[in-house]
Structure formats: C-alpha cells, structure tokens
C-alpha cells in the first residue's frame, strides 16, 4: 500500500520560513506529478503548490512568490520551501498525488504561524 509522510512543520513566528517534506514509498514516485495541500480549520482542502513528473511548478495565487515546491525522485521524496509565513498559512499541510487519490492521503504536518 502507497504511504505518503508529511513532517516538518511546527510553530513559527509571522515572517518565519519552515521546510516539509513529504517522503513516499510503494510508489513509482518519478512518474506520477505531486502536490502539497493544507487544511485550515473551517475549511476545505486546497492545493497549494503542485508539481510534475518533468519538475514544472504551480502555486496558488495566495503563496506564489513565497513558498517552492521541489522533487527528489532519487530520495522519493517532495518538498516544500515556506518563506514569509503568514498567521493565514496556519493549516495542516499535506501532499498527495496530483490530482489526488483519496486512499494515500496522510496523517499530515501541522503548520502555525503565530502573528
């Protein structure tokens, strides 16, 4: 069974960075294109950041120019460069597939961004 980890979050300040990493095994990870999401209390999940198979790059418009997201394909890992946090990042972050399948979703990382 695919196993996604997410780790590397925490409690940061306004303006602090912090990096996730999401590390996936049972999985032929290099073909399949990533995404990190995050779920803040009250709301739906959204994806944040996503990327291929090839490492071309989206984002959401509410972190373009702040978070990276990159890929290990030797490591099978994907991470999540977090830059300039803000209290409205606060979530719990996850990463998944893109687009998602339901049944690899993890126990997630919590991130809070105290103001």
């Known amino acids: 069974q695919v196993q996604l980890v997410e780790s590397g979050g925490g409690l940061v300040p306004a303006g602090g960075s912090l990096r996730l990493s999401c590390a996936a095994s049972r999985i032929i990870f290099r073909i399949f294109p990533m995404g990190w999401y995050r779920q803040a209390p009250g709301k739906q999940r959204e994806l944040v950041a996503a990327v291929t198979s090839d490492g071309t790059t989206n984002y959401a418009d509410s972190v373009k120019g702040r978070f990276t997201i990159s890929r290990d394909n030797a490591q099978n890992t994907v991470y999540l460069q977090m830059n300039n946090l803000k209290p409205e990042d606060t979530a719990v972050y996850y990463c998944?597939?893109?687009?998602?399948?339901?049944?690899?979703w993890g126990q997630g990382t919590q991130v809070t961004v105290s103001s």
């Open positions: 998944n597939l893109n687009p998602v399948r339901a049944a690899y």
